[in-house]
């Protein structure tokens, strides 16, 4: 009897163990799946000054975490967020998507918006590489597998490939994955050994696609944002992950995908050199001077508003025109009509005394036109409509004395996209500080589609940055200059204010000019002058009938 007893407990005994053995695997199995979430936080790190952090990079033992408009990158630990720390890294201002390369033991990263630079996080400096030519602030990856870079601008469509020195890599002008990686756009990229991983923020997803971008398949479904991405095979070993973070909140997910798809790098031990020169180069990072506000930019004063300019006596000296933009003689580039007619512009006169208007500012005809007939036309046809004639503002919101800002890139605008965004021919985008314009449906939208082409298509302007470099949508951002025929520098942006094409529209932060797109958009709605005038479509904030 002892012996059956003994013998139905080991059989008992046995297939527990089995059953247990079992379960463990079972659960082992199914806790681990591509597109599940291994591990979330929000990193111990301070929030962004400009709200926006979409780089993530990872070097197999900490993450960097980049702020938009900041050269400071934050490192954590990966295994709950705790903060390793802040380097500040020369030579850069603006930092946006980032990407470790270990083979050079350095950090590939996007700055500005557009262009590509190399950390050295020893040496804490960046090396500029080469300009993309749509962007990368949100999307950035270092390809070990063939040396090559992927870039994405924001929410757009198009994914670009080069070498590390900038040379484009497959089909002309980039891959289109339209309909590829869901209707929002991309945000993010990581590379693998023969997979790419892309994020699309708007949707919250991520997908793997194969190198050639000829297909994509939906892995991960996020709760919340999926800025950037980052490869790691080494935290959660033997499993494979994808870093993500949401942009705003510097919330961190590691998502589970298909094993040896996505390889991180080997860090680079440093060196006692290297870490005294980083110690060093700490203490002596610069100060980005490139914001800062010309020395030679008229200042605005309290003096009074010029009088009696508005009737000009010799409209030949008192009106300048950008380059290539001179008075025209037929109805393809219309000029005022009624400038004659405006016998009475005292009351026009601004009656604050106080504002600070440019005192050596040729001021434009006052107009009071109807907008253009045509709805896409970049230059209106009918010579009834009005366009003011192109007036410099000397210094006037930036004037540099007919050279280029510092720190200044160029764009030659292929065409005008609205009254304050125009595509340049290298596939960028470029969208103007200050200037709030009707856009879509909104009443007038043609009509200042139509005026800001006339004075910018086909011209080479220069765009000079403030504190924010790139909008959201991974347009560059920043005041676009022109360097007319009588040598003068115009400021774009506050020309459009200036002869009412457009409201000054501050964002809070990038204020370099704002006292004088004030004082240019008091002027305009005081002197009534095109959208300002009585039927037009600011005509209810100005009061004029």
């Known amino acids: 009897m002892r012996t059956t007893r003994r013998a139905v407990i080991i059989v008992v005994a046995a297939m527990l163990v089995v059953a247990v053995g079992l379960i463990a695997g079972y659960a082992r199995t199914t806790r681990a799946a591509t597109g599940d979430s291994l591990r979330t936080f929000t990193a111990a790190v301070p929030p962004c000054d400009g709200g926006i952090g979409t780089g993530i990079a990872f070097d197999g033992t900490q993450i960097y975490l980049s702020c938009w408009s900041s050269n400071v990158l934050e490192r954590v630990q990966p295994s709950d967020g705790s903060s390793l720390g802040a380097i500040t890294i020369a030579g850069t201002s603006d930092l946006g998507a980032l990407s470790f390369d270990g083979t050079r033991g350095k950090i590939w990263a996007c700055s500005g918006g557009f262009d590509i630079v190399l950390i050295d996080p020893i040496a804490l400096s960046a090396t500029r590489q080469f300009t993309t030519g749509g962007g990368c602030a949100p999307g950035l990856s270092y390809d070990a597998s063939d040396d090559t870079l992927w870039s994405s601008c924001n929410v757009c469509t198009v994914i670009q490939h080069y070498s590390t020195t900038g040379a484009p890599v497959g089909p002309p002008g980039g891959y289109d994955v339209t309909a590829k990686t869901g209707a929002a756009g991309t945000t993010g990229i990581a590379a693998g050994s023969d997979a790419l991983y892309v994020a699309n923020d708007g949707g919250m997803e991520i997908y793997q696609c194969a190198k050639d971008l000829s297909v994509c398949t939906l892995v991960v479904t996020s709760p919340g944002g999926t800025d950037d991405l980052e490869c790691d095979d080494t935290t959660f070993a033997p499993t494979t992950a994808v870093w993500s973070q949401n942009a705003f909140s510097r919330t961190l997910t590691a998502w589970e995908v298909a094993a040896g798809t996505c390889s991180s790098a080997t860090p680079v031990a440093p060196t006692d050199t290297a870490t005294a020169t980083a110690t060093e180069t700490v203490t002596a990072t610069p100060t980005p001077t490139d914001t800062s506000t010309p020395t030679d930019t008229a200042t605005p004063t309290d003096t009074p508003t010029p009088t009696d300019t508005a009737t000009p006596t010799d409209t030949a000296t008192a009106t300048r025109t950008p380059t290539d933009t001179a008075t025209p003689t037929d109805t393809s580039t219309p000029t005022p009509t009624d400038t004659a007619t405006a016998t009475d512009t005292a009351t026009a006169t601004p009656t604050d005394t106080a504002t600070p208007t440019p005192t050596d500012t040729p001021t434009p005809t006052p107009t009071h036109t109807a907008a253009p007939t045509g709805t896409a036309t970049a230059t209106p046809t009918d010579a009834s409509t009005?366009?003011?004639?192109?007036?410099?503002?000397?210094?006037?919101?930036?004037?540099?004395?007919?050279?280029?800002?510092?720190?200044?890139?160029?764009?030659?605008?292929?065409?005008?996209?609205?009254?304050?965004?125009?595509?340049?021919?290298?596939?960028?985008?470029?969208?103007?500080?200050?200037?709030?314009?009707?856009?879509?449906?909104?009443?007038?939208?043609?009509?200042?589609?139509?005026?800001?082409?006339?004075?910018?298509?086909?011209?080479?302007?220069?765009?000079?940055?403030?504190?924010?470099?790139?909008?959201?949508?991974?347009?560059?951002?920043?005041?676009?200059?022109?360097?007319?025929?009588?040598?003068?520098?115009?400021?774009?942006?506050?020309?459009?204010?200036?002869?009412?094409?457009?409201?000054?529209?501050?964002?809070?932060?990038?204020?370099?000019?704002?006292?004088?797109?004030?004082?240019?958009?008091?002027?305009?709605?005081?002197?009534?002058?095109?959208?300002?005038?009585?039927?037009?479509?600011?005509?209810?904030?100005?009061?004029?009938?």
């Open 386 to 545: 009005a366009t003011p004639t192109p007036t410099s503002v000397p210094g006037g919101g930036g004037g540099h004395g007919g050279s280029p800002p510092a720190g200044s890139v160029s764009c030659s605008v292929a065409y005008v996209v609205d009254g304050e965004t125009a595509a340049c021919r290298d596939g960028s985008r470029v969208r103007f500080l200050g200037v709030a314009s009707p856009l879509g449906a909104d009443a007038g939208s043609a009509w200042a589609t139509a005026v800001t082409s006339w004075f910018l298509a086909g011209k080479t302007i220069t765009l000079e940055y403030d504190v924010t470099r790139a909008d959201a949508f991974g347009s560059r951002y920043g005041y676009p200059h022109l360097i007319g025929s009588d040598g003068h520098d115009y400021n774009i942006s506050a020309l459009l204010i200036f002869v009412g094409m457009a409201h000054h529209g501050s964002d809070g932060i990038n204020v370099k000019y704002n006292g004088w797109f004030d004082a240019a958009e008091r002027w305009a709605r005081t002197a009534c002058w095109n959208m300002w005038a009585a039927g037009n479509p600011f005509a209810g904030e100005s009061g004029c009938v």
